[in-house]
């Protein structure tokens, strides 16, 4: 079962900022995941909320800043004193931090309130100027988004998210068409999705901070967990073999 860092190394330092994807571009992990949103000037840009509000020390929603006025604010002190200064990266900010490893990056495209016209191609258009179209996966919940990545890029690994549980997974999955299905906690234990992994779909469970549910997971074969620990689960899955 392989480790995937939820919004980089998020337990130990403040998720979505270079420090969190410096360290978990350290560890010997499968990969790391970030969220991102556009800005008003049209950057793209890596946070997990579509306002500032939780993980700054402003508010506001990013479509409605540009760049530099969003960049005006600390994304480090709510989280501790200590990582006061973290500014909110770009993608390609972010993408330099892992152009030179072998993980693999998960991208998720939000939109749970706003649409972002054109953040597909936008992103997409990032990855192929850093030749990093083999290393990520493009997913999101607004299934709409993961079609037209499909569209513009069927090369590129693309995923379709799920809070809850769809009666029948496979067919879904090839209405998309979704490569891999990036499932939440309570929902990987379902009928639905163990029914998708005997079929060989490609499973990920998010978000798994505890060994217990780790546990489950590796019984039933899904392919990753998104952690916030990934040095925790990493000496978890080494005691196992
Ligand atoms: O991509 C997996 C996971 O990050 C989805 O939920 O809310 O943490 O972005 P969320
Ligand atoms: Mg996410």
């Known amino acids: 079962m392989k480790i995937i860092a939820h919004r980089g190394y998020s337990a130990k330092y403040p998720e979505n900022t270079l420090t969190a994807f410096r360290a978990a571009a350290k560890l010997p992990i499968y990969g790391v995941e970030f969220d991102v949103h556009l800005t008003k000037d049209h950057q793209v840009v890596v946070i997990h909320d579509e306002s500032i509000d939780r993980t700054s020390n402003g508010i506001g929603f990013v479509k409605d800043m540009t760049l530099e ?7 480090g002190s709510w989280f501790s004193k200590e990582y006061t200064g973290e500014v909110i990266p770009t993608l390609s900010e972010v993408l330099a931090v892992f152009c030179h490893t072998n993980q693999r990056i998960n991208i998720e495209l939000k939109s749970d309130i706003f649409s972002y016209e054109g953040l597909e191609k936008l992103v997409l258009q990032e990855v192929e100027s850093f030749g990093m179209m083999d290393q990520v996966i493009i ?9 037209r990545v499909a569209k513009l890029a069927p090369d590129v690994e693309n995923a379709a998210l799920f809070a809850n549980v769809v009666l029948n997974l496979n067919e879904y999955q090839k209405i998309i068409p979704a490569k891999a299905l990036h499932v939440s906690l309570p929902s990987a234990v379902r009928q639905p999705v163990q029914e998708a992994i005997l079929k060989d779909s490609l499973v990920r469970v998010y978000t798994v901070n505890e060994i217990k549910y780790a546990d489950v997971l590796l019984k039933i074969g899904v392919d990753a967990i998104f952690t916030d620990e990934p040095e925790m689960m990493m000496e978890y899955i080494l005691n196992k073999v």
């Open 69 to 75: 006025e969003l960049r005006r604010y600390d994304y």
């Open 139 to 147: 997913s999101s919940f607004n299934h709409e988004m993961v079609q």
